[in-house]
Every structure is written in C-alpha cells, then in structure tokens.
C-alpha cells in the first residue's frame, strides 16, 4: 500500500509542475492585466538608468553588446553602462576602451579572479541610478528593451521587471536550438503569468532583468548562489511586485551542444537549490498566491529528478500488482532509453524531433539533481566559466 500511495503522489507532483500548474497559471491570467500605471517614452520623468554585467573574455561579443546597448530609443544620456571585467585574458578590455569615448560607459578592472557575485555587487555600489539593469555580455537588446523593462517604475510596488530572452533572429536550429527555444517561451510565459497573477515571478532570466536599486541586498561570495534568483526572492521578500514584461526582448546565442547546456543547468541547479532550501518558509507560511507560485515552479521543478527515481523505484515495487502498473513501468523504461537512443542517431546525423524533446528533458533534469548533490556536499567555486560564445550578426 505504501509503495502504491509514494508512486502516486511521485506522478502527481511530477505532473503537478510541468502541466497543471501551467495550465492554471494560464487559465487565470486571462481573467487579469499587465500593470499599466507606466511611463511613457516621451515622458521627461523616465528614471536614469544604469545597466550592468560582468565580463570574462568576451571578445566576441562584447562590441555587439555595447552597441545594441546603445542603439535605444531610450535617451541616451540617461543611460550609465558599467561593466566589470573579471581577470580577463583575450581582447575584451581593449574593445571596451574604444567606445568608452563614444558612451558613457564606466569600466571596472578586476586584475584578481572575483566572481559574478562579488563583480555584481561592487557594480550596483558604484551605479549612480535608482534603476538598475542586470545583464550578461552575449545577451542582446533592440530598441525597445531598455524602455520596457523601465517603464513600469511608475508603479512604486514593483520592484522588478523581467526580460523576455530569444535565440538570435539569424541562428539556425541545429543540436538542441529548437528544444532550448521551446522552454525559453514556456518559461517567459509561465514568469509573465505569474506576474500578472500574483505579482510575483518566481525567478528572473539572469541575463536580462531591472530592479530598484534600494532594494538590492548583496550576493553572499562564499558559495556559488544564483545570484538572479537570489535577488528575485529577496526582493519578493520585501513585499514589492516582481513582473515580466515579454515586450522587453533581449537576444541570446543559445547553446546548440546539449553538453554545454547540461554544465550550465548543473552549474544553475548548484546555484538555486541553497536558496530554495534557505526560503522554505515561503512554501508554507502563509500560504498564498507566492507560496503557491514558489511550491508549484521552483520546489516541485527542482525535485523532479527525485520524485523521478521515487516513481520508478515504487513502480518495480508494485508492477505486478495490475496491468496499468506493468504499462506505466514500461512506459519508464522505455523514456529513460531514449537518450541514448537519442544519442546514437545524433552520431549519425539522424534528428528526430520528439525523441530530442524527451532527450533533452531528461538530460536537463539528470543535471537538475547532479547540480542538487553538489549543493549539498561543497559550497562550490563561485568563478564562473562563460558557455562557449558565437559571432552574431
């Protein structure tokens, strides 16, 4: 009986997260509204705004990513760029001197290896704005981006807006491109719901987010923590509003090796899990719109590995019991083959499009728990290494 009962409640919550969350999450955001006390583009109150991110060699992207910066409708003496780089080897330093002259870009040298954290940290204390855009050097703007992510600062209870992250206009599908495309727009979405609903996005994409200055509070440096889930939560934590606004679209060069992806998912999963842990009150207490947000995206998504290893265990226990049990083992085994199935005929050129989705989610959520273990037994190395860059065009 108790084996049958912890399969059941393993399906459910696996189910829970990945479908009827983002089903009710859907269903009742058609029934709400986008904040819409917001500033206008020609408003002369638009706030100052100062955009940051760290940098370890980027030369190969980081001339784009101070122009497109610039190349706003946003006004641009109302723009500071700071950019921190962080023990950097190649020729990033150099490009950013030349257009130092050209914008207001203030530039920190960091000789000693620091980290994203410590490099964040030091860039918000020397930012001039009460607006601040958090950002990584391969993650691209258009004209609009840095409008929409400020705009809505009008409204004095939100305190974060979120960016909505596509793969470059010209990059093709190739290796997991298309499945990586189909979670950003799920995410993006499932952030823009919770927005509306709750005022309350569970965690912003890293590489494209605004906050209010104020309301910023340091990056422990002691571990590897997430720092853009980190200041998603304390912000949340604050009683301000965090939102996505999916009109602020930023561009990123995704990542086509699913190997490349599984290390930057280990590494993010190492990051987040410390702070789920750290926040379990917010599960709980008391139970609203945020707890219920943060239980359904973040708690159920980041044991599904486990609930995964539960339902399979519990299944060989109980197979013999009925014919939908022996079905549902069957149906396990079969998924859990498919990568390497997957694997094999990628070896030989062979894409098959629905075994690469089943691929992909499994390998993501086998990061997910390997991220989890090491969490658990290290602190982790807070140095970064950025996922392998393409020029974009």
Same mark, same amino acid.
């Given at each position: 009986?108790?084996?049958?009962?912890?399969?059941?409640?393993?399906?459910?919550?696996?189910?829970?997260?990945?479908?009827?969350?983002?089903?009710?999450?859907?269903?009742?955001?058609?029934?709400?509204?986008?904040?819409?006390?917001?500033?206008? $583009?020609?408003?002369?109150?638009?706030?100052?705004?100062?955009?940051? *991110?760290?940098?370890?060699?980027?030369?190969?992207? $980081?001339?784009?990513?101070?122009?497109?910066?610039?190349?706003?409708?946003?006004?641009?003496?109302?723009?500071?760029?700071?950019?921190?780089?962080?023990?950097?080897?190649?020729?990033?330093?150099?490009? $950013?001197?030349?257009?130092?002259?050209?914008?207001?870009?203030?530039?920190?040298?960091?000789?000693?290896?620091?980290?994203?954290?410590?490099?964040?940290?030091?860039?918000?204390?020397?930012?001039?704005?009460?607006?601040?855009?958090?950002?990584?050097?391969?993650?691209?703007?258009?004209?609009?981006?840095?409008?929409?992510?400020?705009?809505?600062?009008?409204?004095?209870?939100? #305190?974060?807006?979120?960016?909505?992250?596509?793969?470059?206009?010209?990059?093709?599908?190739?290796?997991?491109?298309?499945?990586?495309?189909?979670?950003?727009?799920?995410?993006?979405?499932?952030?823009?719901?919770?927005?509306?609903?709750?005022?309350?996005?569970?965690?912003?994409?890293?590489?494209?987010?605004?906050?209010?200055?104020?309301?910023?509070?340091?990056?422990?440096?002691?571990?590897?923590?997430?720092?853009?889930? *980190?200041?998603?939560?304390?912000?949340?934590?604050?009683?301000?509003?965090?939102?996505?606004?999916?009109?602020?679209?930023?561009?990123?060069?995704?990542?086509?090796?699913?190997?490349?992806?599984?290390?930057?998912?280990?590494?993010?999963?190492?990051?987040?899990?410390?702070?789920?842990?750290?926040?379990?009150?917010?599960?709980?207490?008391? *139970?609203? #719109?945020?707890?219920?947000?943060?239980?359904?995206?973040?708690?159920?998504?980041?044991?599904?590995?486990?609930?995964?290893?539960?339902?399979?265990?519990?299944?060989?226990?109980?197979?013999?019991?009925?014919?939908?049990?022996?079905?549902?083992?069957?149906?396990?085994?079969?998924?859990?083959?498919?990568?390497?199935?997957?694997?094999?005929?990628?070896?030989?050129?062979?894409?098959?499009?629905?075994?690469?989705?089943?691929?992909?989610?499994?390998?993501?959520?086998?990061?997910?728990?390997?991220?989890?273990?090491?969490?658990?037994?290290?602190?982790?190395?807070?140095?970064?290494?950025?996922?392998?860059?393409?020029?974009?065009?």
């Amino acid at each position: 009986m108790i084996p049958e009962i912890t399969f059941i409640i393993a399906v459910i919550g696996i189910l829970h997260t990945y479908l009827l969350y983002p089903w009710i999450t859907n269903y009742k955001a058609k029934n709400h509204s986008q904040n819409n006390i917001v500033y206008d $583009i020609n408003d002369e109150n638009l706030p100052y705004v100062s955009i940051i *991110f760290a940098a370890h060699n980027e030369e190969k992207v $980081i001339e784009q990513k101070i122009i497109s910066t610039f190349n706003s409708n946003y006004p641009n003496y109302k723009i500071e760029l700071i950019i921190g780089t962080d023990n950097c080897s190649d020729n990033t330093e150099n490009i $950013i001197a030349k257009y130092k002259s050209k914008y207001k870009i203030n530039h920190l040298t960091f000789i000693k290896r620091q980290g994203k954290a410590s490099i964040i940290n030091q860039l918000v204390e020397t930012a001039q704005n009460s607006i601040i855009i958090l950002s990584d050097a391969n993650v691209f703007f258009d004209e609009q981006t840095i409008y929409q992510l400020v705009k809505h600062y009008k409204n004095l209870n939100i #305190g974060l807006v979120g960016g909505n992250i596509l793969n470059n206009k010209n990059k093709t599908s190739k290796g997991i491109i298309s499945q990586e495309k189909y979670y950003l727009y799920k995410e993006n979405l499932l952030k823009y719901q919770e927005g509306i609903i709750w005022g309350s996005m569970i965690g912003s994409f890293g590489g494209c987010y605004s906050i209010r200055k104020e309301l910023f509070i340091e990056i422990p440096t002691n571990k590897l923590l997430a720092d853009d889930f *980190f200041i998603t939560i304390n912000i949340l934590k604050q009683n301000f509003k965090a939102i996505n606004e999916l009109n602020a679209i930023a561009f990123e060069d995704l990542n086509e090796s699913i190997w490349e992806e599984f290390r930057r998912k280990k590494r993010i999963s190492a990051g987040t899990f410390p702070i789920i842990i750290q926040n379990f009150k917010m599960w709980i207490l008391p *139970f609203n #719109g945020l707890s219920f947000a943060f239980c359904s995206h973040k708690v159920l998504r980041y044991i599904t590995p486990i609930l995964v290893i539960i339902a399979f265990i519990s299944n060989i226990i109980i197979f013999e019991q009925n014919i939908v049990y022996k079905l549902t083992l069957l149906s396990q085994i079969i998924l859990y083959t498919i990568p390497v199935i997957d694997a094999i005929l990628s070896y030989l050129k062979i894409n098959i499009k629905p075994m690469r989705f089943i691929s992909h989610f499994i390998l993501m959520n086998m990061a997910l728990l390997i991220g989890i273990i090491k969490s658990i037994i290290s602190k982790g190395n807070p140095n970064w290494k950025p996922s392998n860059r393409n020029i974009c065009i």
